[in-house]
Nanobody
Framework: QLSLVQSGGELVQPGGSLRLSCAASRSTFSIKAAGWYRQAPGKQRELVADLSSGGRTTYADSVMGRFTVSRDNAKNTVDLQMNSLKPEDTAVYYC??????????????WGQGTQVTVSS
């Protein structure tokens, strides 16, 4: 079954760093474009970072300068590096991507979600 598999995420103190990774469920699949979203309790899911198939990146104002989305071609993943974390970054983080399977592209495939908690 086609899906995105997330790794990373845990409890970190304010000012700390975390790295999240997103990979396709089969190593032969590749992620063409991806976005990282987050949803905090009682709030709507929001886009925090986006990576286009051409390598263009966009960020929400709230994470600009602190988060970096990138592609790791060796690992076949799309990663989110999060620095200078704040308590308000606490949320469940999701990746969503367009996945090339070899015989076509599946659009808007979601990962399972990863809890990130920023607290002292």
């Amino acid at each position: 079954q086609l899906s995105l598999v997330q790794s990373g995420g845990e409890l970190v103190q304010p000012g700390g760093s975390l790295r999240l990774s997103c990979a396709a469920s089969r190593s032969t699949f590749s992620i063409k474009a991806a976005g990282w979203y987050r949803q905090a309790p009682g709030k709507q899911r929001e886009l925090v970072a986006d990576l286009s198939s051409g390598g263009r990146t966009t960020y929400a104002d709230s994470v600009m300068g602190r988060f970096t989305v990138s592609r790791d071609n060796a690992k076949n993943t799309v990663d989110l590096q999060m620095n200078s974390l704040k308590p308000e970054d606490t949320a469940v983080y999701y990746c969503k991507g367009d996945v090339y399977t070899g015989w076509g592209t599946a659009n808007d495939v979601w990962g399972q979600g990863t809890q990130v908690t920023v607290s002292s």
